[in-house]
């Protein structure tokens, strides 16, 4: 069995009159986080993990901040785009651990 380890990691700056998304939930809060996408800090560093995990390159290559395609998009979309990717290189996760 191969086994391969990712690590990714995340942040944005609170921002008044922006949405909290974290793990693809809306969190009521006051302020969200400023990103060019949703600014999910949780499931960009998921995403990264894995890819990285696969030696697929990081979330910054695959969705760059400078596209407009990418900006306000869900990180849910980010997150199945990520799953396609590993699919078609052959790898399938068996466990993710994010804190």
Same mark, same amino acid.
Do not use: Y
């Given at each position: 069995?191969?086994?391969?380890?990712?690590?990714?990691?995340?942040?944005?700056?609170?921002?008044?009159?922006?949405?909290?998304?974290?793990?693809?939930?809306?969190?009521?809060?006051?302020?969200?986080?400023?990103?060019?996408?949703?600014?999910? %800090? /949780? =499931?960009?560093?998921?995403?990264?993990? +894995? *890819?990285?995990? $696969?030696?697929?390159?990081?979330?910054?290559?695959?969705?760059?901040?400078?596209?407009?395609?990418?900006?306000?998009?869900?990180? %849910? /979309? =980010?997150?199945?785009?990520?799953?396609? +990717? *590993?699919?078609? $290189?052959?790898?399938?996760?068996?466990?993710?651990?994010?804190?």
């Amino acid at each position: 069995m191969d086994f391969r380890v990712g690590i990714g990691i995340d942040f944005h700056r609170f921002a008044p009159g922006r949405r909290l998304v974290l793990g693809g939930v809306d969190i009521p809060h006051d302020q969200g986080l400023l990103g060019h996408s949703d600014a999910d %800090v /949780v =499931l960009h560093a998921l995403c990264d993990a +894995l *890819l990285g995990a $696969a030696a697929l390159g990081d979330i910054g290559q695959h969705f760059p901040p400078t596209e407009e395609r990418w900006r306000g998009i869900s990180s %849910v /979309v =980010l997150l199945r785009r990520v799953r396609e +990717l *590993l699919e078609g $290189a052959g790898f399938r996760p068996l466990q993710v651990d994010v804190a």
